[in-house]
């Protein structure tokens, strides 16, 4: 039996024996070295940056490339700080599912020190703690893995939320959002040599850097505002040639810990593999989980230097090739496709993806979307190969059963993707010449499929529980009188707000030649049980192209 916090280097037969690969450098000598001159701070110390910044830096270290380690500071959850990182000597397992059932373990020691800070109150330790650390010199970047929520700044009226009100209101002292607690110790570092800095979101949302810096300048202008900064800071925060926001685009699904992976460790020997469940309903473990395929391309914009990223796989470039890498995988390659398989599981009653693209309708579809639709309009990214991007999600990474995935997961908030997982290819369509909006078949089936689902009832006519989306009930209430089990019933008036909705889809789909083809496929599947399935078939038999 081996235990996670044992001497990785004194028993490193021990941790073979049960299948797990061990760094070679001295966690203590790095620790030591980073907290003297810290490089890199991460915010986020969840289950992805674990399965995959982690392992950059464990990487590097190892191979001679990097001599200090990562700081991690999470605001979200003390438990992880307490029960992953404190508990567990800041070490963490990572462990590759494969889709044949194999396991990759290896265990990472590179983060120095870990550090939760909430809101803060009268105790001020935690902040004082960072403060100190960003007034080093040496601190070359900060990167984030805190969900695209963790940047935004005010509820869907437009208003700022309470912690953030409160923060514009009372300055940098106590701060209560984690957006003023970034711009806190930047301007600490400023007031103490305004050494320049790099801050790199890493969350999987298109012009991450962008809403980065739009969130750290929107609350500095409103204390300079307010009286608590000046325009000295502001124009410190705006130079790129003192504080960078690179954008990113990032790619690894890594879900909770896996219970079938916990038993797998235990069985080899490995004691530390038990779930926690925190007060916040976090699922927690001293492993991560996550799948092999990963794809990190961030813009090359580093003030003050960098670790050498590129040695480790990620791809170092320009501003254009990443904004074109992300709307590659977004707009083309794997989000339409994702949600596609999202509203069709769920209203087919799927319990898990990779169960789901082992159906033959199911995988179908996704060809005709990935290869037939979107494949021929998007635009080459150079740096990696469309082709190559779907060929691995559809044959390696969605069917992977041990990546515990679910279509009710990501049907979440579809109201606001299918603009963009189906809008700009639509848009692509309208601005070609050589094409026609009205010859695509499959995206529009899925929209009249997602039509379907806002009325909350399933293939079988059963009502089922709709996943969390802001604009449910108002979506939900236009097509509630719409009658199931009749195809001849006037669909258009309950329709058609939606359909021409240039802010869900960016175009009125009637206008562009697809809204009368959207309320055909639509109205066929009303007319039953097994409807939307069967639409599905019609379609697959009648349009689809051979891309096995």
């Known amino acids: 039996m081996v235990k996670i916090t044992d001497d990785y280097k004194k028993d490193k037969q021990a941790f073979a024996k049960a299948g797990i690969k061990v760094p ?16 890199w701070v991460h915010f986020g110390g969840g289950n992805l940056f674990r399965a995959f910044h982690a392992a950059i830096a464990s990487h590097l270290i190892d191979a001679g490339k990097l001599d200090e380690g990562i700081i991690v500071v999470d605001t979200h959850d003390d438990s992880i700080i307490e029960n992953v990182y404190k508990k567990f000597n800041n070490r963490m397992l990572r462990v590759i599912t494969k889709a044949d059932g194999s396991q990759d373990r290896e265990l990472f020691a590179p983060v120095a020190d870990a550090i939760y800070t909430g809101p803060v109150t009268d105790d001020t330790s935690s902040l004082e703690k960072l403060k100190d650390i960003f007034n080093q010199a040496s601190l070359q970047l900060a990167t984030f893995s805190i969900t695209e929520k963790g940047y935004a700044l005010k509820d869907a009226e437009g208003n700022f939320f309470a912690p953030v009100a409160h923060d514009i209101e009372n300055g940098p002292a106590k701060p209560q959002n984690n957006m003023s607690l970034l711009v806190t110790l930047l301007l600490s570092r400023f007031k103490n040599g305004a050494t320049p800095i790099a801050l790199l979101s890493t969350d999987n949302f298109s012009e991450n850097g962008d809403k980065l810096k739009d969130s750290v300048l929107t609350i500095a202008k409103a204390w300079q505002k307010n009286g608590f900064v000046d325009q000295d800071f502001i124009d410190y925060l705006s130079d790129d040639s003192k504080v960078s926001f690179p954008l990113s685009m990032i790619d690894r699904i890594t879900p909770n810990p896996s219970e079938t992976v916990s038993e797998s460790l235990k069985k080899d020997g490995f004691e530390d593999a038990d779930l926690i469940h925190t007060e916040s309903h976090t699922t927690i473990a001293a492993f991560t989980n996550t799948e092999e ?82 494949l021929p309009v998007v635009q080459d990214p150079k740096v990696l190969s469309p082709r190559d991007f779907i060929d691995e999600l559809v044959n390696k990474r969605l069917p992977n059963p041990y990546i515990p995935d679910t279509p009710q997961r990501i049907a979440a908030d579809t109201s606001q993707k299918v603009g963009i997982r189906y809008g700009v290819t639509i848009q692509h369509y309208v601005d070609d010449p050589k094409r026609n909006p009205a010859d695509l078949n499959f995206i529009p089936l899925v929209i009249a499929t997602w039509l379907r689902y806002l009325m909350g009832i399933n293939d079988e006519g059963e009502k089922f529980q709709p996943s969390p989306d802001p604009l449910w009930d108002d979506l939900h209430a236009q097509v509630a009188d719409i009658k199931f089990g009749d195809a001849n019933q006037d669909v258009h008036d309950a329709i058609k707000g939606i359909l021409s909705n240039k802010s869900i889809f960016g175009n009125d789909l009637y206008v562009v030649g697809l809204g009368d083809k959207i309320e055909s496929d639509f109205k066929e599947m009303l007319a039953g049980k097994g409807t939307i399935r069967k639409t599905l078939q019609k379609h697959l038999d009648e349009e689809s192209k051979n891309f096995d």
């Open 293 to 374: 395929a990963h794809y990190l391309v961030v813009e090359d914009k580093f003030p003050n230097g960098r670790p050498a990223f590129e040695d480790d796989g990620v791809i170092m470039t320009d501003r254009d090739t990443v904004n074109l890498a992300d709307q590659m995988k977004v707009t083309a390659c794997l989000n339409p496709l994702h949600t596609a398989l999202a509203i069709y599981g769920t209203i087919l009653d799927f319990k898990s993806i990779s169960s789901e693209v082992q159906d033959p309708d199911m995988k179908r579809l996704i060809l005709q979307i990935g290869y037939g639709e979107d």
């Open 24 to 39: 070679t450098y001295s966690q203590e000598e790095i620790a030591k070295k980073t907290l003297a001159a810290p490089r």
